[in-house]
Each structure stands twice: as C-alpha cells, then as structure tokens.
C-alpha cells in the first residue's frame, strides 16, 4: 500500500526514528501504526544486542530536587559519542527520566527502568532510542536521597552532578554551595566518623608502607600513620574539608555561620570521568 508523507511524519513524531526507518515500518506493518510502532522498537533490540560489546561512556549526568525539596533524584544516561550527548533530544530523554524517579521514587535502578515513560517503560524507551540513534544506550546509574531540604548541583556540560540533603533550615544559595563543594572535592563521607573501616584501614596501611620507605623506624610507624590519616580526614570528607570559597574556613564551619544547628545527612556524587 502506498504510505503518505503525512504518515510518515505522523510515524516520526511518535517515536523520533529517521523518515527513512518510519516510512519502511509502515510498508512492513501495511499502515498499521501500532505495528509500525513494535517494528521501530524491535529494530532497536537487534541494534542494542550488536552493540552490546561497545563501551557506552558518553552521556549525561543530571540531578534534580523535588518542587518541595523533600527529595532529590540523581542518574546517568550514557551513550557512545559526545556529539549524540549533545543532543536536546537525548538531553530531554533523560530529563524526563529524572522527572519519572523523583515522581515515583523507586529504590533502585532496575525499578527506575521498569517504570512507565508515556506508554511505555523506560526499559523500553532505551531500547527505542538505540533504533533512533543506532548507539548503545544505557541507563548506568540512579540514586535519591531525601530530607528537610535537599539541593541538585549539575556541573555545566551535564558530566557531573551532585545531592545534598540537610536536616534542618537551610537557604538556596548555602544549599548550592555545599552541593558544589561535593562535586567539586569530590568527598568519600559526610564527616570522619562516617567514613568506612576499610577505608581507613588501607589509609593506615598506605601511610605505614610510606612511612617505612622513608626510612621511619618501625616503631614510629602508627603513630605517623594516625597523624596522616587525619590528614585525610581534612582532605576527604566533607564537613573537614577547607571550604573552595574561602579556604580560611571548613565546610562545617561555613555552614554553621549560616544556619547555626543545620546538619548535612545525604550526599551522592556521580561523573562519567569516574
């Protein structure tokens, strides 16, 4: 049967695909949208299974609060090339998938993916924009956390992106500044004290070793391993950390001279440099 302009470009607006690729799904579904619709969709499973051995580690990296600041969502859309990383569409994909989290809020990636995205799950929605694009495309990473106020920071260029959440009052731009610092410092806990036993027992061990090659006796060596691993403490976690506005001041500090009794419960911090 003979396939109008019209319906292509009614085809085309309905999944994004290429004139070429909608004008070919309508002749094989006999004009049957629906069925052009699968067509376009299974395409895109044959893409994503000859693709599934390239390296996806383009994308963006996006975060958001909720509009009552309870929560805040923070994920990934990876795909193979920059070019396609910079595309609104893309851009606004993944938009609409951190929209879908903060609403239905799921506990892990594979129920974010199993959730609805218009008539489809986003699982699905992946899987139709591999057939668009012809990249492997994947969602690689979600995480939300929630509070009394939580603030998003996305790096410019949508690479890297930051959540903090506060227990407590805490104003838009102090919010801001904390979540920059996370992004920025990239800090591995929120204080000393939350920083994980096997992290600091590599960091003693790390200290030991240098201590040893530099010729300290033997039993000096703990001692000079607690005093570098405060160190860390003040490089690595985030309340300790010298402030990057003003480093005459810690993260804690700056915060308690803005909102006495505010306390940072929450951070994430994700790049595709990572």
């Known amino acids: 049967m003979a396939i109008s302009a019209a319906d292509v470009a009614k085809l ?39 693709r599934a051995d390239r390296d996806a580690n383009e994308g963006v990296v996006l975060a958001k609060a909720s509009s009552d600041k309870k929560s805040g969502a923070i994920l990934s859309l990876n795909c193979e090339t920059d070019f396609v990383a910079k595309n609104a569409d893309f851009i606004n994909v993944a938009n609409k998938m951190l ?18 995205f218009e008539s489809i799950t986003i699982k699905e929605k992946i899987n139709e924009q591999i057939a668009v694009i012809g ?15 939580v603030v998003a920071y996305i790096h410019a260029g949508n690479k890297l992106a930051s959540l903090v959440a506060f227990q407590g009052n805490i104003d838009e731009i102090t919010g801001k500044d904390v979540a920059m610092q996370v992004a920025a410092m990239s800090p591995v806990a929120i204080d000393k004290d939350d920083v994980p036993a096997d992290v600091i027992e590599k960091e003693l061990e790390i200290a030991r070793e240098k201590a040893r090659n530099e010729g300290k006796p033997e039993n000096m060596l703990d001692k000079i391993a607690q005093g570098r691993l405060q160190k860390f403490y003040q490089e690595s976690t985030l309340l300790n950390q010298e402030f990057i506005k003003d480093n005459k001041m810690t993260v804690r500090q700056y915060i308690e001279s803005k909102h006495p009794g505010a306390k940072v419960i929450a951070i994430r911090r994700y790049s595709l440099s990572d």
């Open 99 to 116: 929209e879908i989290a903060l609403q239905q809020k799921p506990k892990n990636l594979d129920e974010l993916k199993n959730q609805p």
């Open 135 to 149: 990249e492997k495309i994947d969602l690689s990473y979600y995480d939300l956390i929630t509070g009394d106020v």
């Open 12 to 50: 085309r607006k309905m999944t994004s695909a290429g004139m070429m690729d909608c004008k070919n799904a309508l002749e094989e579904a006999n004009g049957d949208f629906e069925r052009a619709v699968e067509i376009i969709r299974e395409k895109g499973k044959l893409v994503a299974a000859k």
